[in-house]
C-alpha cells in the first residue's frame, strides 16, 4: 500500500529550478535512498515531503493519519528531563494505560469477596486493556529504552544525567534515538550518519533493517545506505529518476544506462546525418526528388535524442609516485604512543609493504590521529620503533585541514609552492578539481569545508608522493567527490595509511586493517568486512571460553571449543543465507527489468493495433510476474 506520493513536483527559488515535473510513491515498509549532487535540491524534496514547504507546482498525497517522523539537524532538550525521562515521554500513553490497569486491580481486589455485575464489568475493562497494553509493548517498553540508548552510546549509568546537559553531537544522537522510538510510518533521515562512531552505525544499521515502518534517507555514507536500502531515487540534472537495488547497485545502472544513451544518441546522429547527405544528393533529382521530400519529413518528425550529458561535474584526478620506494615501507614494533602524563597502552604492532593500503579504525579517542601524528614526527614515541624504507616519500593528508595558508586564494595557494607551472597550467590543475574561473581568486579561510578538502587534495596530487598518509580523508566531501578519492586510491601505485570511520573507503580500500582498542591493538589482513567477520568469531571464541571458565570445570575447554565451533557454522550459515538473499534480490531486479521494458514494447504503436502481439508479450509479463512472486516468496522466507 502506498502511503506517499508525490506527482508531477517543480520548486525553484528565483529563476534557478531545483526540479520540475518529479514524481515518485513511498510504499509501507519502503527502504529508499535519495541520492544526488549538493544543490540539487534533496533537502528541499525533503521538506516538501514532511510538508514544511510547498511546490511552486504539483501535488502531493498521503495515507490518511499518517505519522511522519524527521530527523532535526540541531534538536535542544530544555525540559530539565533526565536522559531516559526523554525517552520515556514518548511513552505517555502506555504509562497512562499502566496506571488505569493499576486503578482496575484496585478496584477488582476490593470487590473480589463479594461479586457483583459492576465486578463482571471491571474484568471486562481490565481484560480489554491489558490485551491492548501487552499489544503495544508496554511490558517491554522500559526494555526498548535502554536497548535504543545503548545502541546510541548511552549506557545504564548515563540514564539520570540531564538532556540539556549533553553536547551538541551528543543531543543529535539523543534525538534520533526519540525519533525511532517514536514508531512512525515514515522515517525521513536527513544525514542520520553524522556524529556516529562505527560501533553505532553497524548497531543502526541492524537496527533499521527491521524498523516497521518506511525510510527515506539522505547520506553520504555509501556503506550506509548499501545495508539500509533497496530503491534509489536519484535527483540529478533537476529531475528524479528511480532505481531498483542499494547505492552500488545504483551506480552500476546509472553507468550502464549513461553508455545505452550514448550509443542510441550517437546511431540516431549518424542516422540524421546520413538522411541529410542523400536529401542534398537527391533533392534536386526529378526521378528521386520525392524519396528525399519524403525523408525530409521523417527527419522533421523524428524525436531527436538530446545529448548525454554526464550525471553531475565531478572532480578528476589521479596519484601519480615521482619514484617507487623499496618492497619495504614502515615496519612498526612494539610501539606505545600517547603523552607522558596521557600514555596509549597499546603495545602497536605491524609491517606495511609496498603497494599495501592499511586502513586504521578505533572508537573515538582511542588515539588514531596520535598514531599519525607520532608516525608524522609531530609526537615523540613513548617506547617502540619506527623503521621506514628506502625511497620513502610520504604525502600527508590532516583532517584539520591545517596545512592551507589561510590567507592566500586559491591559484597561489598552489602556484607559490610550484612556481614553474604556467598560471594556465595550474588553472587546468585547479578546474579539475572544481575551481573554475573567478573561484580560482577566493581567500582560503572563506571557502566551505569541501572546497578546504579538495584544495588539500590538488596539493597531495601534486607532490607525487608514493606513501600517503591520511587523516580521515573523506570528512567534509560530498558522496561523488569521495568516489573520485576512492577512485584514485584503487588506481594509486604507492602505499596508502590512513585513518577512517568511512566504511565503505575502508571496504573498497583496505588490505589490511589495523584495529586500536583502550589496551590493545590488532592486525587483520583483508577489507572491512574480513575484519568484521573475523572479529566476530574471536568474540565468539572468547565468550565460549568465558561460559566454559564460570562452569570451572577442569574439562571446560572442550565445551569452549564446541560453543566455538558452532558459533562458526551458525556464522558460515549466516554468510550463506545472505548470498542466497542477495542472488534473489538480483533475480527479482532483473524479473522487474524485464517486465518494465515488455510493458514499454507492449505501447509501441506497431504493437496496439496486433492483437497476437499484445497477447504473446502478455503471456510473457505473467510468466516473469510467476517467476518474480516465487522469487519473493523465497527472499521472504529467508529474512524472516
Known sequence: M?????????RNFGGEVLFTQVNFQIAEQARIGLVGPNGAGKSTLLKIIIQENEPNEGKMIYKNNISIGYLAQNPQFKSGNSIYEEMAAVFQYLQADEHRLHELERQIATQASDPTPQYQRLLTQYDQLQTKFKDENGYGYRSEIRSVLAGFGFGEERMNEPAENLSGGEQSRLSFAKLLLEHHDLLVLDEP?????????????????????ALLIVSHDQYFLDHTVNEIYALEQQTLTHYQGNYTKYLQQRE????????AYEKQQEQIKKTEEFIQKNIVRASTTKQ???RRKQLEKMNVLK??????????????????????????KDLQTGYPDKPLNQDINFNLNKQERLGIIGPNGVGKSTLIKTLMKQLTPLSGTITWGTNVDIGYYDQTLNQLNSNKDVLHEIWDEHPTLDEKDIRSILGSFLFQDDDVFNIVHSLSGGEKARLTLCKLALEHSNLLIMDEPTNHLDIQSKEVLEDALKNFSGTVLFVSHDRYLLNQISTKILDLEPQSSTIYLGNYDYYRDKKAETQALQAANQ????TQNPKSQQPANQNYEQAKAQQRQERKKQRQISKLEQQIDAYEQQIAALN???????????YTKLQDLQQ?????NQQKKTAEDQWAALIE
Request: hydrophobic residues 35%; without cysteine; proline residues 3%.
Open 620 to 624: 510473457q509479463i505473467d510468466a516473469l
Open 600 to 610: 514499454q514494447e507492449m505501447i509501441l504503436p506497431e504493437n496496439l493495433n496486433s
Open 256 to 263: 550502464k544506462n549513461y553508455q545505452l544513451a550514448w550509443k
Open 2 to 10: 502506498l502511503i506517499v506520493q508525490g506527482h508531477n513536483l517543480s
Open 292 to 294: 528525399a521530400q519524403s
Open 547 to 550: 561460559t566454559a571458565a564460570q
Open 193 to 213: 550518519t553524522n556524529h556516529l562512531d562505527i560501533d553505532t552505525l553497524n548497531w543502526l544499521e541492524k537496527y533499521l533493517q527491521s524498523y516497521a515502518g
Open 307 to 332: 545529448r548525454p550529458q554526464a550525471y553531475n561535474q565531478q572532480v578528476h584526478f589521479r596519484f601519480t609516485p615521482e619514484r617507487m620506494s623499496g618492497n619495504e615501507v614502515l615496519k612498526v
